[in-house]
């Protein structure tokens, strides 16, 4: 039957996947593929780790779902864990990370001080696909068919430290920032961009909001890849590989931040239930055995990385933050992108001429050395 009956709103590969372990997946011929996209960065331990399918099959035997109506002992403990590491004060859970962003988002609103309704945020960002999320997503090819929208925003070109000075004023009411941005191409935005926006905001009472969807919980070797600049928003936005595949979003406030959602005005069905929860609590606790290993393993492959660089001068650069990487071509990346594939290797192409590797933090030696090697096959 194929996609007869799905919409066409994605431009998929050729690939119709079965099963996948460890780093590696398998389509329906059972040929195999190693996957250094991870499902868009979602199976940060790749595919069916032994404690996350543990803990999903436990839980699927005691609860699967409850309302938001009551409280469950899962639930409370992730968000006392996310809070804790996040330095922020109260969780709000959702399915996803676009729903987070609207949470937020939400939250600016609702806080409603005259004459402060103007957002800021940055050229090349991606913060989701609801319509309050694409209207602060610096990518007018996404926002093309969707607009006008209601939001007034000021887009600013990343770590343009003149233009942030500008934009930031007391007709502000938040400043919305990827710390690394990962659809636009990975990004990092560097430590002074970010402390200037923390103070700015701090400066002229707006607040600050960091969304970590992509590039928080470990991707760049801390939980949050704010916390490389030593400030803390007011507002952090997570999803991704928080629940281990499983749809979970959430975001965190500080305590004055969360106050402008108060009881009734916002809400979730499936938002945190207790399965995504128990797996969630689990992924946290891989995540600490695992995250000093992550700098380590990002500057290796890194530095092969720079080799095939310097062998195909189709790479104009390689940029980098933990395990986030993306290699700036000087021409389409997408060809590329399917030349891999058919070598058994997944990647994606994102902003046209930027092939992005988001790998698993299980990675070793010989998967590195097999991306490399296909891709050191693929580019001229």
Known sequence: MGEQFLLRNYDRYPLSLEAGKGCYVWDDAGN?????????????????????????????????????????????????????????????FSNSGTEAMEAALKAVRARAVPGRSRLVALHGSFHGRTMGSLSVTGQPCLRQRF?????????????????????VAYDTAAVILEPVLGEGGIHPLDAPFLQQARGLTRRVGALLIADEVQCGLGRTGRHFAYQWAGIL?????????????????????????????????HGTTFGGGPLACRV?????????????????????FLARLEWL??????????????????????????????????????????QETVLRLLPPYIIGETEMDEAVRVLDGVLP
């Not at 996957?35 to 099959?57: E, K, M, Q, S, W």
């Open 147 to 167: 607009v006008p929208s209601d939001v007034e925003v000021t887009f600013i070109a990343p770590n343009d430290h003149a233009a942030l000075e500008a934009a």
């Open 280 to 300: 969630a609590l689990e992924f946290l606790d891989l995540l600490e055995e695992t995250m000093p290993q992550i700098e380590p393993l990002a500057a290796q």
């Open 309 to 350: 660089r310097q062998r195909h001068p189709v790479i104009r650069e390689i940029r980098s933050k933990g395990l986030m990487f993306g290699i700036q071509l000087v021409e389409p990346a997408r060809p590329f992108v399917q030349s891999a594939l058919g070598q058994g290797l997944l990647v994606n192409d994102t």
């Open 32 to 92: 195999r593929y190693l996957d250094f996209i991870t499902g868009i960065g979602v199976n940060a331990f790749g595919y069916c780790h032994p404690r996350l399918t543990a803990a999903l099959l436990e839980q699927a035997q005691r609860a699967v779902h409850f309302s938001n109506l009551v409280s469950h002992r899962d639930q409370e403990a992730l968000a006392a864990r996310l809070c804790r590491i996040s330095g922020m004060d109260r969780a709000f």
């Open 233 to 265: 928003p007011d507002i952090v936005v997570v999803a991704k590989p928080l629940a281990g595949g499983l749809p979970l979003g959430a975001t965190l406030f500080t305590e004055e931040a969360g106050q402008w959602l108060p009881p009734h005005s």
